[in-house]
């Protein structure tokens, strides 16, 4: 066995994660903060490329915990960081931010937009903040394709500790961790499932725009790295579905995971009881912390009558992705691009 | 004739054999390779890229090399001179021992070997390690694995790791560096080597090495995980699939023609996957050598592969237990 040594910054040890089994045939990859892989890796990327030199300003626009990862790495690297976000930031992550030396700067809430929200106003800030600096850098974690790429370090992980891997469930958001993830195994195990998990009004795979409870996965605009041809299958989910999923990892398995990990896992331990046979690895994106007085608070699920309200044993398979039957739905995405699927369902549409 | 054949014609050292005078020989052996089960780039530890590769060893050929000491000329004369590049190992290992009390100014190599040239077997290699455990046979040393290793890199430009034949090494092999020990030995495991374009042929000195791009280079990160695994556990069913996900990348540089052919037809027979000589044109069909059946599979693919209109080029068992289930077929 190699000698154990210790880390040089913090933010090597953050990007580990913690591989355990939760059922006979399926591993959660716990993560503390899986943004760290995407984060770290492009602003090291871009250090040694020379796009951050010594007085570079990093930028982003960010409300979640890209930003955060970005903080602690641009900590290490002795950076200046500049988040642009949403008004209604997290007063705590805010308050984290601003502690590691980020300037977070918060759009008025009279900004936001009937589509896309404050996604226009955040860009326009974005571009003035970069023109009252010299030597700007932007991670662009939605299109930087370093941020797919950085996963190579998960599924290496996952194949040295596991072997075979016959099938991969996660939340989506950028679409960096899932597609890069999947990409990276699929070079050795081609047949390899991805199952993406999505919330309701989410546009990423076919989802009116709307308001979303659940954090953590879902967009109003489509990411550039998001590659729908990637995916077998995808399951959307509401919010307390996901909040009870969430309490049952902990419970059961004493894994103490946010609400995002709790849906992948909804959806993971279907997928590998149906499966009994096939390895089902599930990503769980970040830690519990942040929802202590949310999802983990039966006071405040009582009040939004989510107390007690369990998800069913499975999923209600739908044929249209737009469609929101029930509490949690599963679509046969079968590696499709999203052109592809739109013309698919419009071509039934119109048979019918 | 194989290497074992003439070892045991040889079965002496020229070291014992005579004593103190200039009839004195040193005698050296290399094995030959099938190809690689892995190639691409790799970070060797402080981040920094580094070609790198994992050899599929092949011990039933080989080369055998003999030195001739002189005391009167200051150089080293090899009987082909179209093998330079053993002409250039031998002066290499010779300075090596310039401070030796029993050193000679030169010599000559006579080199030995059933190694086909030019499609990926490594005869170069095997040539240029004989002839470097030559020289040291004759000074009375046998050098370490690495240092040889080292010497044919500087010898050659690029060398594969059949020197280093105690353990499973990814090896750079324009650095002449083990990046990391694999582990003890591959496991158990049958390989039906083909010529996918017999007489085509590959002039690696003329081959251009692969520019990989960074999906690629992730993707070995990926594969080499996988063949430590696969190493450390014995599980050749996942070294099948690190050898044949190496060969896909390699299509892009020096394809293999029908490689999918080659790995749907080993699948098809409870085979494992399909490795490749990375800059040669072999190919071999990998087997489990403990699955039940598997002589039955591996002729029928030696069949297949004949019936395909490529040429043969070994069927190897690679561990003592997987000789005894050798096909004679």
Same mark, same amino acid.
């Given at each position: 066995?190699?000698?154990?040594?210790?880390?040089?910054?913090?933010?090597?040890?953050?990007?580990?994660?913690?591989?355990?089994?939760?059922?006979?045939?399926?591993?959660?990859?716990?993560?503390?903060?899986?943004?760290?892989?995407?984060?770290?890796?492009?602003?090291?990327?871009?250090?040694?490329?020379?796009?951050?030199?010594?007085?570079?300003?990093?930028?982003?626009?960010?409300?979640?915990?890209?930003? #955060?990862?970005?903080?602690?790495?641009?900590?290490?690297?002795?950076?200046?960081?500049?988040?642009?976000?949403?008004?209604?930031?997290?007063?705590?992550?805010?308050?984290?931010?601003?502690?590691?030396?980020?300037?977070?700067?918060?759009?008025?809430?009279?900004?936001? *937009?009937?589509?896309?929200?404050?996604?226009?106003?955040? #860009?326009?800030?974005?571009?003035?903040?970069?023109?009252?600096?010299?030597?700007?850098?932007?991670?662009?974690?939605?299109?930087?394709?370093?941020?797919?790429?950085?996963? *190579?370090?998960?599924?290496?992980?996952?194949?040295?500790?596991?072997?075979?891997?016959?099938?991969?469930?996660?939340?989506?958001?950028?679409?960096?961790?899932?597609?890069?993830?999947?990409?990276?195994?699929? *070079?050795?195990?081609?047949?390899?499932?991805?199952?993406?998990?999505?919330?309701?009004?989410?546009?990423?795979?076919?989802?009116?725009?709307?308001?979303?409870?659940?954090?953590?996965?879902?967009?109003?605009?489509?990411?550039?790295?998001?590659?729908?041809?990637?995916?077998?299958?995808?399951?959307?989910?509401?919010?307390?579905?996901?909040?009870?999923?969430?309490?049952?990892?902990?419970?059961?398995?004493?894994?103490?995971?946010?609400?995002?990990?709790?849906?992948?896992?909804?959806?993971?331990?279907?997928?590998?009881?149906?499966?009994?046979?096939? #390895?089902?690895?599930?990503? #769980?994106?970040?830690?519990?912390?942040?929802?202590?007085?949310?999802?983990?608070?039966?006071?405040?699920?009582?009040?939004?009558?989510?107390?007690?309200?369990?998800?069913?044993?499975?999923?209600?398979?739908?044929?249209?992705?737009?469609?929101?039957?029930?509490?949690?739905?599963?679509?046969?995405?079968?590696?499709?691009?999203?052109?592809?699927?739109?013309?698919?369902?419009?071509?039934?549409?119109?048979?019918? | 004739?194989?290497?074992?054949?003439?070892?045991?014609?040889?079965?002496?050292?020229?070291?014992?054999?005579?004593?103190?005078?200039?009839?004195?020989?040193?005698?050296?052996?290399?094995?030959?390779?099938? %190809?690689?089960?892995?190639?691409?780039?790799?970070?060797?530890?402080?981040?920094?890229?580094?070609?790198?590769?994992?050899?599929?060893?092949?011990?039933?050929?080989?080369?055998?090399?003999?030195?001739? !000491?002189?005391?009167?000329?200051?150089?080293?004369?090899?009987?082909?001179?179209?093998?330079?590049?053993?002409?250039?190992?031998?002066?290499?290992?010779?300075?090596?021992?310039?401070?030796?009390?029993?050193?000679? !100014?030169?010599?000559?190599?006579?080199?030995?070997?059933?190694?086909?040239?030019?499609?990926?077997?490594?005869?170069?290699? @095997?040539?240029?390690?004989?002839?470097?455990?030559?020289?040291?046979?004759?000074?009375?040393?046998?050098? !370490?694995?690495?240092?040889? %290793?080292?010497?044919?890199?500087?010898?050659?430009?690029?060398?594969?790791?059949?020197?280093?034949?105690?353990?499973?090494?990814?090896?750079?092999?324009?650095?002449?560096?083990?990046?990391?020990?694999?582990?003890?030995?591959?496991?158990?495991?049958?390989?039906?080597?083909?010529?996918?374009?017999? %007489?085509? %042929?590959?002039?690696?000195?003329?081959?251009? !090495?692969?520019?990989?791009? =960074?999906?690629?280079?992730?993707?070995?990160?990926?594969?080499?995980?996988?063949?430590?695994?696969?190493?450390?556990?014995?599980?050749?069913?996942?070294?099948?699939?690190?050898?044949?996900? @190496?060969?896909?990348?390699?299509?892009?540089?020096?394809?293999?023609?029908?490689?999918?052919?080659?790995?749907?037809?080993?699948?098809?027979?409870?085979?494992?996957?399909?490795?490749?000589?990375?800059?040669?044109?072999?190919?071999?069909?990998?087997? =489990?050598?403990?699955?039940?059946?598997?002589?039955?599979?591996?002729?029928?693919?030696? @069949?297949?592969?004949?019936?395909?209109?490529?040429?043969?080029?070994?069927?190897?068992?690679?561990?003592?237990?997987?000789?005894?289930?050798?096909?004679?077929?």
């Amino acid at each position: 066995m190699p000698l154990r040594t210790g880390f040089v910054e913090a933010t090597e040890a953050y990007q580990i994660p913690k591989l355990v089994r939760v059922a006979p045939n399926l591993y959660g990859i716990a993560f503390t903060l899986m943004k760290m892989i995407p984060a770290r890796f492009i602003l090291r990327r871009a250090e040694q490329d020379g796009k951050i030199g010594p007085d570079t300003v990093i930028v982003e626009t960010t409300s979640g915990t890209f930003g #955060l990862a970005l903080a602690m790495q641009a900590v290490s690297m002795g950076r200046r960081l500049i988040l642009v976000s949403d008004p209604v930031i997290d007063e705590r992550l805010y308050r984290r931010l601003t502690d590691l030396g980020a300037v977070v700067e918060r759009v008025p809430a009279s900004a936001a *937009a009937a589509v896309g929200g404050y996604q226009a106003a955040r #860009l326009e800030r974005l571009a003035q903040i970069r023109g009252e600096h010299r030597s700007t850098f932007c991670p662009e974690q939605y299109s930087n394709p370093d941020n797919p790429r950085s996963y *190579a370090a998960v599924a290496e992980l996952l194949v040295e500790c596991l072997g075979q891997i016959d099938c991969i469930v996660g939340p989506v958001g950028s679409g960096g961790s899932m597609c890069g993830t999947t990409t990276y195994l699929r *070079a050795l195990f081609p047949e390899c499932r991805a199952v993406g998990v999505d919330a309701y009004n989410s546009v990423l795979f076919g989802q009116p725009d709307g308001p979303r409870e659940l954090r953590g996965m879902g967009m109003s605009l489509m990411p550039a790295n998001l590659d729908h041809r990637i995916f077998d299958e995808v399951h959307w989910c509401t919010a307390p579905a996901a909040y009870a999923a969430t309490r049952d990892l902990h419970r059961r398995n004493a894994l103490f995971m946010g609400p995002s990990s709790g849906a992948a896992y909804l959806a993971a331990r279907w997928w590998a009881r149906t499966n009994p046979d096939k #390895l089902t690895v599930v990503m #769980l994106p970040d830690e519990g912390y942040r929802y202590l007085d949310t999802v983990y608070d039966d006071e405040w699920l009582a009040q939004r009558g989510h107390l007690g309200e369990q998800p069913p044993d499975e999923p209600l398979q739908v044929d249209d992705p737009s469609r929101q039957d029930g509490s949690w739905t599963t679509y046969d995405w079968a590696r499709r691009s999203y052109i592809q699927m739109m013309t698919t369902n419009v071509a039934a549409a119109m048979n019918v | 004739m194989s290497l074992r054949n003439l070892r045991d014609l040889h079965p002496v050292t020229g070291h014992h054999a005579n004593n103190g005078t200039d009839f004195r020989v040193g005698v050296g052996q290399a094995p030959a390779h099938h %190809g690689e089960l892995l190639q691409g780039v790799f970070d060797d530890g402080t981040g920094r890229p580094r070609r790198a590769l994992v050899t599929l060893p092949q011990r039933d050929r080989g080369t055998r090399a003999v030195f001739h !000491p002189s005391r009167r000329f200051y150089s080293i004369t090899v009987e082909n001179p179209e093998l330079t590049k053993v002409r250039r190992a031998a002066v290499l290992a010779l300075h090596r021992f310039a401070a030796h009390p029993a050193t000679v !100014p030169g010599g000559r190599i006579e080199i030995t070997s059933d190694v086909p040239s030019r499609i990926g077997m490594g005869s170069s290699t @095997s040539d240029v390690t004989a002839a470097i455990r030559a020289v040291a046979d004759f000074h009375g040393v046998s050098l !370490p694995e690495e240092e040889i %290793g080292r010497l044919a890199v500087a010898a050659e430009g690029a060398s594969d790791s059949t020197m280093i034949d105690d353990r499973v090494v990814l090896f750079a092999q324009r650095d002449g560096l083990v990046l990391e020990t694999l582990g003890h030995r591959l496991p158990p495991m049958l390989v039906v080597g083909c010529d996918t374009e017999p %007489g085509a %042929g590959v002039d690696t000195l003329r081959f251009k !090495p692969a520019e990989y791009d =960074d999906k690629e280079i992730g993707a070995f990160q990926v594969l080499r995980a996988a063949m430590r695994r696969a190493v450390a556990t014995g599980d050749v069913a996942l070294l099948g699939r690190v050898a044949t996900a @190496s060969a896909r990348i390699n299509q892009r540089f020096l394809p293999k023609p029908g490689l999918e052919r080659l790995v749907e037809l080993c699948l098809r027979h409870g085979g494992c996957g399909v490795q490749v000589a990375h800059s040669g044109t072999i190919a071999g069909l990998i087997f =489990d050598a403990r699955r039940p059946g598997v002589a039955d599979g591996v002729a029928r693919c030696a @069949s297949r592969i004949e019936e395909m209109g490529l040429v043969l080029t070994a069927t190897i068992g690679l561990e003592p237990a997987a000789a005894d289930v050798r096909v004679t077929a």
